[in-house]
């Protein structure tokens, strides 16, 4: 059994979290901003389903990224040198959340439901969510969005409209977040893309304590200027 958090309940220590399904730890407790900024300075993130309450996990291992191993591909290198769009951080993380939670090719469902959404939107005006935005002439061809605490990035979702356009999106933010110094990326849970752009799996002992060093450090001003090293 996980316990059902009332609104002023703490989560209970990660470790208490269940093994099948791999991480899952409580349910409840709402999406205020200091709630989620509760979960992800602890290494927990909500992920539920239409109909369910709110379920927190906290899997074991973690799907982390390092900003400079950042694999990226023969063709994808062509295309950054190619220079053939724009990026921007922060000006349309809105559209970024709304793109994100348009279902998949082949799907009808979706997680990012609208509570999640005005969740993440309240952490943006709250200046703890960030989104990076790739356009093609004025299409917003890409992007991605999660939470930033300190020197951390938790990656949320990405999407892309135009090939490539999540990927560049990637590439950009790891630059930017290796510049100022952020040494993992939070990929949550395994996927073979995560695993083909340089995501390795860390024990959820190790990450809750580097998340915990990480997120007290001093946060940079969301602003790019990062050079690519192509």
């Known amino acids: ?103 998949r090719l082949g799907d009808t469902a979706t997680w990012l439901l609208p509570d999640m959404r005005r969740a993440y939107l309240a952490m943006h005006r709250a200046g703890l969510a960030h989104s990076i935005e790739v356009w093609i002439g004025d299409d917003l061809a890409g992007g991605i969005y999660g939470v930033a605490l300190g020197r951390m990035f938790f990656g949320e979702s990405m999407f892309s409209r135009r090939t490539d356009g999540s990927k560049i999106a990637m590439a950009h933010l790891a630059a930017q977040l290796d510049r100022w110094g952020f040494p993992l990326i939070d990929c949550q849970m395994e996927t073979g893309h995560l695993v083909s752009l340089g995501a390795t799996a860390m024990s959820r002992r190790r990450f809750v304590a580097e998340v915990a060093r990480l997120v007290h450090e001093p946060a940079p001003a969301w602003l790019l200027d990062a050079d690519l090293a192509l």
């Open 1 to 103: 059994m996980i316990p059902f958090l009332g609104p002023a309940d703490r989560f209970p220590p990660v470790d208490q979290a269940l093994d099948e399904p791999d991480g899952l730890l409580a349910a409840g407790g709402g999406l205020s901003v200091d709630r989620l900024v509760e979960a992800y300075g602890h290494g927990i993130f909500p992920w539920y389903s239409a109909g369910d309450p709110v379920l927190w996990w906290s899997p074991d291992p973690r799907m982390v990224l390092a900003p400079r191993e950042l694999h990226v591909s023969r063709s994808l290198r062509k295309r950054l040198r190619k220079r053939d769009y724009r990026v921007t951080v922060d000006t349309a993380f809105a559209l970024v959340l709304r793109e994100c939670a348009a279902p």
